[in-house]
Antibody, heavy 122, light 107 residues
Framework: QLQLQESGPGLVKPSETLSLTCTVSGGSISSSSYYWGWVRQPPGKGLEWIGTIYYTGSTDYSPSLKSRVTISVDRSKNQFSLKLSSVTAADTAVYYC??????????????WGQGTMVTVSS | DIQMTQSPSFLSASVGDSVTITCRASQSISNYLNWYQQKPGKAPELLIYAASSLQSGVPSRFSGGGSGTGFTLTISSLQPEDFVTYYCQQTYSPPRTFGQGTKVEIK
């Protein structure tokens, strides 16, 4: 059974880069036809789609974050990562990694990590 | 970007009631619409995909409908564990935006 687990610093200073990793277990990240993605949720607010990466490395990003975000895959470690540069307090949120199933579920996120809280503060 | 608008934002109901949440897209998204349930402090869980298909393991009291720009999530016979927050999401085109959420509260 596929599982996702986020990891990374819980505190990031303003203007620095937020870096999170999602470890995939129970399956290979290199499985064809699957995307991998990130979603965030500021405290008390709704869900925000950040972006996705295809197993080939092709990416889609939210236009509002595109200039600051990078999603990448490390096949050797069965992980994918999120980097968000020049962070401000507005980037404080729970960050979820998730898998959008484009094979059978029209891209719905069917598998989610538990989420990790990242606070931007000096 | 495709904007997703959910209504209502808050809904009060009683155990056993049937409720409907609406999600409207700013342009046609065919049936590329999903519904999620989120319990406090937990990751969202997929309820409905492709507008009306029930995700495996989800109780049959949840149902979805609609196409184009208008969609609904209906919960028949609300159970105590259903009083949480629901989100719609379009996966027609990137950015794959979510609605703002609907919190279902106990009356």
């Amino acid at each position: 059974q596929l599982q996702l687990q986020e990891s990374g610093p819980g505190l990031v200073k303003p203007s620095e880069t937020l870096s999170l990793t999602c470890t995939v277990s129970g399956g290979s990240i290199s499985s064809s036809s699957y995307y991998w993605g990130w979603v965030r949720q500021p405290p008390g607010k709704g869900l925000e789609w950040i972006g996705t990466i295809y197993y080939t490395g092709s990416t889609d990003y939210s236009p509002s974050l595109k200039s600051r975000v990078t999603i990448s895959v490390d096949r050797s470690k069965n992980q994918f990562s999120l980097k968000l540069s020049s962070v401000t307090a507005a980037d404080t949120a729970v960050y979820y990694c998730a898998r959008p199933d484009t094979v059978t579920l029209q891209g719905a996120f069917d598998i989610w990590g538990q989420g990790t809280m990242v606070t931007v503060s000096s | 970007d495709i904007q997703m608008t959910q209504s209502p934002s808050f809904l009060s109901a009683s155990v056993g009631d049937s409720v409907t949440i609406t999600c409207r897209a700013s342009q046609s998204i065919s049936n590329y619409l999903n519904w999620y349930q989120q319990k406090p402090g937990k990751a969202p869980e997929l309820l409905i995909y492709a507008a009306s298909s029930l995700q495996s393991g989800v109780p049959s009291r949840f149902s979805g409908g609609g196409s184009g720009t208008g969609f609904t999530l209906t919960i028949s016979s609300l159970q105590p564990e259903d009083f949480v927050t629901y989100y719609c999401q379009q996966t027609y085109s990137p950015p794959r935006t979510f609605g703002q959420g609907t919190k279902v509260e106990i009356k």
